[in-house]
Structure formats: structure tokens, C-alpha cells
């Protein structure tokens, strides 16, 4: 490889990276996770097969995020593998109302996407800060930003909208929707896969450690769970989803909660780790025999379920519901389990496709097909490079 990307993720406790080649940026060349941090600081670095080519461990005490991005830095020729870096392309959380699609970063972009910080505090600032880093570090470097919202700008407005007053919504107190980048992929994908399907009624449940869903009609999204940020929707690895907003207030009243304690609750405590009260994580969950990992399943399930309905009654109805991300490209379980409550709209598995993972998983008769497609939202981002570059 001669001239190479280079792709970060910078989220709240991890930094993903991608080496992707310019002339062909499909299938990355590295890939890169520093994750723990805060917790167990822990860096992995494979190549194109998977395989580890660098590991490391630190001590958590003082490894923050600026710590995590010189040492992501440091790590540059390891990455890099020879190649000359060409342009670097980030995943930004939110575009806000302005950027619905890519932009190359300038210093005035980059005061635009800080203003946009408020929107989402917990995510932006570690978004920005790679961009800043390299900026100073080589400022001829082009930097290409992403945005997770960016793809559902093209729903209505009434899918945009909260039934707040006007002057709230006009300060942009409104749905975003988020994970835009996995949906704009996978979107990419279905057109190879399945081009009929890609122009009909298709919901894709991106099912992580976050998680929501996308009502899409061709190739466009239509409506999605999340909303003005991504505490909404659908019930998550620690988040709790919709929530019914008296219940913050009661909080507020009852037990003194402020925002910060409220933030931390719907955040960090809540959904299949604060309803089994054992863990965040979908293997631990479905290995232990205690009812109560039992019971956060069940409730994740049934809000997929419930939300499923919603975005069918939305998109007038369904073509195909995709899988994505790390329990729906991995859980058997799940994937039987929500077919299982999608039945009524004319959805069947075919149970030994679902159980060895197969790429199309409904039965042969199914009117609704159903599928899992892994999502990679850093390759997106690099063919969004290779465009804005050309
Ligand atoms: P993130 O949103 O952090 O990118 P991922 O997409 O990697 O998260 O998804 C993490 C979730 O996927 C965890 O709940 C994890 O348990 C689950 N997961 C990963 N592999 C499997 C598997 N083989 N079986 C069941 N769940 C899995």
C-alpha cells in the first residue's frame, strides 16, 4: 500500500482506528481499539485477517483520554505499515441541523462542530479532540468529518419533531437520530445484496452496546428510535431508553436528583445492566442462570418488539428487517426472539440459517426477509474520504 487513511473513532471509554488504502478504501488494512479507558486501558492492533500484530496493556491511574490519543499517536509507523497517511476521517456524534452529509474540516468547521458540543457533551468533545491533536500536529493534513446524524436529515419534518413549544424546537430541541454512519453502510450494502429490497420498506436494528433502530425506504432514513440524543428508543447495554420523562421529575422531587445524577442514571446504570443488575454485556447475560439476567433480556427483546411496530405503522408497512452490530450480528437468540414477535407482519426464520449466522435468515416462504449484514462505519467513513477527495 502506497498512500493510506487513517479513520478515528473516538468514543466516551474507547478509540477505534482504521488503516484504509486511498485508492480502494472498502476493506480496512489495520484495525485498532484502545479501549478501558479510565478502567483497564487496553490496546489491540490487527491486521487484515484479524490476526494481532500489537498489544499492550497500561495502568489506568492517569490514562485519560488526551493520554489515549498521544499514545494512538505514538503508535503511527505500527499503523501506518509503511504507507504515506493522506488524509484522516473521524466520526463525529453530531452534525447538528447544519452538516447533513461529510465536510472537510476547517479551523471556522471546527468551531461550528464545538458549538455543537452542548447537544451532545459526552461524546463531541472526544470526537473533536483527534482532529485538534492532528491539526496542530500536521496542519496540511486533510481531515474529513463524519456525522452520525448526518443520514436522518432526510426524514419529515413530523418525524423531526417533539410536541414542545415552538420556540424550543426552533433552538433545536428536536429528533436527531443517531448511528447514521452504520445505517448509511449497511443501506450501501442491501443495494449489492438485495437492490429490490433496497428501494422497499426496511427496518435495520443496529443492536450494541448502544442500540436503535432505523425505519428505511429507499436507501433514506424515514424514522429512527433515537432522538435528540442517543438516550432514546430502545433499551441498551446501560442505557434505559424511552422513558416516560414524569419519572425524572418524581426523581427530582423524591430524591433530590440533579442533572448530573439524572445523566448518570439513564446513562451509565440503566438497561441490561441496571435491570439484571449483573452486566452490560450479551454473552455474560444469556451465560448466567440468575432470573433476573433472564428478565433483562426478555425487556430488551420487547422493547425492539414494540418499537418494531411503531416504525412499521410509520413506514406504512415492511419489506425487510436487518441485524446489525455486535448482539445482532452475533446473538442466534435475539435475532429468534424478535423474528418471533414480527410474526403478525409476515415474518418467519429459518431457524438453521438464523443459528449458523447465514447472510439471508427468513424462511424460503417468509414475505419479510430478514438478514445480518455486519455493519463498518469506519469503512464508511473512508469511501466518504475517497469522495470528498476525488
Ligand atoms: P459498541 O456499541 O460498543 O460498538 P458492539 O457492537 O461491539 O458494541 O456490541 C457489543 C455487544 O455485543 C455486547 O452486548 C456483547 O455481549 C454483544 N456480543 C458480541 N459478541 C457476541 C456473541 N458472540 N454473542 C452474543 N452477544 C455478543
Known sequence: MSQAFVVLNAGSSSIKFALHEARAPF?????????????????????????????????????????????????????????????????????GLEFAGPVRVTPAILERLAALSPLAPLHQPHNLAPIRALAALTPELPQIACFDTGFHRSQAPVAQAFALPRRMSEAGIRRYGFHGLSYEFIATQLERLDPALAQGRVIVAHLGNGASLCAMRHGQSVASTMGFTAADGLMMGTRCGALDAGVLIHLMDTEGM?????????????????????????????????????????????????????????????????????????????????AAGCGWLGLTLDAARNAAGQQRISAEASRVSAWVVPTDEEGMIARHMAEILA
Open 258 to 338: 440533579d442533572a448530573r445524577a439524572l445523566e448518570a442514571l439513564i446513562y451509565k446504570e440503566s438497561g441490561l445492566l441496571g435491570v439484571s443488575g449483573i452486566s452490560s454485556d450479551m454473552r455474560t447475560l444469556r451465560a448466567s442462570a440468575d432470573p433476573h439476567a433472564a428478565e433483562a433480556v426478555a425487556l430488551f427483546i420487547y422493547r425492539i418488539i414494540r418499537e418494531i411496530g411503531s416504525l412499521v405503522a410509520a413506514m406504512g408497512g415492511l419489506d425487510g428487517l436487518i441485524f446489525t452490530a455486535g448482539i445482532g450480528e452475533n446473538d442466534a437468540g435475539t435475532r429468534a426472539e424478535v
Open 27 to 95: 476493506a480496512a488494512a489495520r484495525r485498532g481499539l484502545i479501549e478501558g479507558i479510565g478502567t483497564a486501558p487496553h490496546l489491540r492492533l490487527r491486521d487484515a485477517a484479524g490476526d494481532t500484530v500489537l498489544e499492550r496493556r497500561w495502568p489506568a491511574e492517569g490514562f485519560d483520554h488526551a493520554r489515549a490519543m498521544q499514545e494512538t499517536m505514538a503508535l503511527g509507523p505500527d499503523i501506518l505499515a509503511g504507507s504515506a497517511l493522506v488524509a484522516a476521517g473521524h466520526r463525529v456524534v453530531h452534525g
